[in-house]
Structures are given as structure tokens and as C-alpha cells.
């Protein structure tokens, strides 16, 4: 009959904690252990409450309550949701305190398991039941963080996690048994500090690129208000002895040949039809991702959503306000491909195309746009009606032209802005290499002399 946890002797208890050689995931510097995160760390688990309880402003009585949507990189304090304090129900432990790792333990699969550090309480809050707060025992919480947001970024949770319905779920007594490499306090404090600083001048990169690509897309946005407007082509209106009364005003409707909504059909991986457009496809350049695509049934008869060079498609629904409205030129490749019932189709007729999905992309569009989307259960929509009201000024045929001339040369270093993008995905990818070289004992810092933190681990032990 198996001892009750009680009555196991130190030993016994120890070598539940440690992870025997044989089972190490990969071998790590002589004087780590690896260890079962429950023996170097306690969970908690948020408060809950009803859908009524919460208040979107501060009270009398109430507390701020972290939930999965503060959980970023750092943790988010600007959008907090209220409380009454009778909720925590006096359980000390239901408070955030420093050095807390929480957990986004309930979310989208790609969200579960996120995490964020809390380095300083200014006033008291709590936590809600979709987040966990995890507490570090005779280690440093911080290098408890970073390997966790390895785990995460590694996608590790991900394939951990069970699903109910459209939520990931990762349980406590699954993280209780995760294995975890555990190096000696003081190489716990030195990795921490070289993590720390790698990734401060990682950071200090990001943020320079990151202001010239927002300096890239504010000179785009204003040529583009020019372009649209007759400043760009001045001079060659003037070189062709035309003037801004040759811009006619039309609605959208006018220019194109109608609106088609795309097919319902069911779409997979797996099947062998034809290729289906989704919103995922539609990128902000106006072009359309061809990579990642999903296919009709082989029977599938989709004659009327075959697409042609030229086309021009619509985002028309979307959670996100920002997407709806979002347009995509066909080029040659596409042809023939079918596109999902989220977007909308244009045929233009008596405007270029390209000069089309350049000006559907623009504010003077876009602003429109946004005035005309409804949103309903949190998604935005814009329906035909609305797309066809939309007002602008069209210049003659051979002046569009014109205009898609000088927008190709002044773009021509918008791949200078992917460029940029690209250094940043390097940037991320960088830091997931520097935290999986920092749990394997490869960033130098290992002292071979130390201890290992076995001794440690039995005081934890002993203390309980």
C-alpha cells in the first residue's frame, strides 16, 4: 500500500521533486537538477464572480482585478476591471503581490499560458479565475518567468492544454508536474542579468526600427492623401493642359461592376477543390498571401465566385474594427481561386484596378468606412449598400495611370519597410534562442564549483 504524502521521509519526498537522470528532457551543466515545477513553486488560483460584478471604473469597496487581457509582455495596468472586495473573502493569497508570475491559464490557444512579471505593487488588486498566480520557493522568480515565457513562446502550452469548446484550458495539476532545470541560486541571479541585458539591447533596436517604420507608413499615408487629391499630379496636369475639373465625383458603385459576397462552402486543409481566399490572405499592402490557403471539396461547382485578374476584394466583417474594409488586388496567380463568405468582391469597370485597391487603402476611404461599419456582438460590418455610397473624386483614365506610375517609383522602398518588419520577427526569433541557450547553460555564465540546489530543495520540504 502506497505511503500517504504525509508520511514520506525527506528522501522520499526529494526524489518526487527531482526528475531521475534517465527522464531529463536534455542533459544540463553538472551542478543543475532538474526538478517538478510544484516542488519549486505554489499555485493560486484567481477569485470568481459574476458577469454583474464587474464595474469598468474605480469605488467605494472596490478592488482592481487582473484578467487574461492584462496578461502582455508586461503586465498591462491601463485597462482594469472592479470588484468588491468581498469577493477575495479575506484569503491574503488571492492578493497580487510582488515578484507574482501570473498565467493566462483559460484563453485562445494561442494565448494560453501567456505570462507577465508583476515588479511592483502600487495598490492592493486581485486576480480573476481565468489567471493563476505562480510563486517561486528558494529560486528566483524572475528566472521562474523568463523559463515559462520560453515555454510559452515555444509553444510548449499550446500542445499541453485541453479544449473546451473555443477555450484552451491548462490545469494546475499539469504545471504541478512540469519539469523544470533548476542551476544554483547564484546562476539563477547571472543568467537573470544577462537575459536581462541581451534583451534590453534587443529592445533598444526594436524601438529604433520600429519608429522608422511608423515614420515609413506616415510619409506613405500623406502621399497617398496627395495622390488621391490631385497634388501629386499637378505638374502633369499642368504639362497636359488639364485641370482638377477633369476629376468627376462618383461613388464607388458607379466604377465597379457590383458586389458578390464569397461562398459559405465549408473549406480544409485536406480537401482537394479549389483554393479559397480567406480575411487571413488579405494582406496590408494591398497583395494577396497565397501561402497559407484551404480548399473546396473536389464536387464543388463555385463557377460564380471564380476570380479574375483585376478583382478586387473586401474585407466585410471582422472583430477587429481596423481590418473591415481591408482590399486585395487578383493578380494572375489567383485566377480562378474562390474566395470565403467574409469577403466581397469588386469587378472594376471604369477605374484601374490597381489604382482601386490603392485608394481602398487609403484614409480617404478607410475614414469613410469606418463612420459607415456597424458592429453587433463585438463584430464590425459593412455591407454592400454602404460600399457602394462611398464618395471620392476620379481622375481620368490616363491620369490613374499617371498616378500608379509615380506611386510604384516613391514605393519602391516600401521594401525597405518589410525589410524592417523582417528585423523585428529576427529580433523575437533572437530572444527565443538567447532563453532556450539560457536553460540549457549555454550563455557562459555557469560556475562549475557551486553547489547544486539540492539543499535548498530539502528546506523547501522540510518547510511545509
Known sequence: MAKKKQ??????????????????????????????????????????????????????????????????????LEDLLYVNRSYVRGNSNKYVLQNDIIMSTANSRELVGKVSFVSEVLEEMTFGGFVLTIRAKHMLSRFLYFYLRFQFISGKFLSESTQTTNIANIKVGTLNEYTFPLPPLAEQQRIVDRIESLFDKLDQAKDLIQAALDSFEIRKAAILHQAFTGQLTKKWREAHGVGMESWEDVNLGDVVNGFKYGTSEKSDYTYKGIPVLRIPNILNDGLIDSTDLKYLAENSQIDKYSLQEGDVLIIRSNGSRDLVGKSAMVYESEIGYAYASYLIRMRPTKIIPRYLVTLMNSSIIRDQMFKKAKSSAGINNINTKELASLKFKL??????????????????????????????????????????????????????????????????????
Open 7 to 76: 508520511e514520506l521521509t525527506v528522501e522520499e519526498k526529494l526524489a518526487e521533486a527531482l526528475v531521475r537522470e534517465e527522464d531529463w528532457p536534455y542533459v544540463v551543466p553538472g551542478n543543475w537538477v532538474w526538478v517538478r515545477l510544484g516542488s519549486v513553486a505554489e499555485f493560486e488560483r484567481g477569485i470568481t464572480f459574476p458577469a454583474s460584478a464587474k464595474n469598468s471604473m474605480p469605488g467605494a469597496d472596490l478592488l482592481p482585478c487582473i484578467r487574461t487581457a492584462n496578461i502582455q509582455e508586461s503586465l498591462e
Open 395 to 464: 481622375p481620368s483614365r490616363t491620369e490613374q495611370q499617371e498616378i500608379v506610375r509615380i506611386l510604384d517609383d516613391l514605393f519602391a522602398k516600401e521594401q525597405n519597410a518589410k525589410d524592417l518588419c523582417d528585423l523585428i520577427d529576427q529580433i523575437e526569433a533572437m530572444k527565443k534562442t538567447i532563453l532556450g541557450q539560457a536553460f540549457r547553460g549555454e550563455l557562459g555564465t555557469n560556475v562549475v564549483w557551486e553547489a547544486s540546489e539540492v539543499e535548498l530543495l530539502k528546506e523547501s520540504i522540510l518547510s511545509k
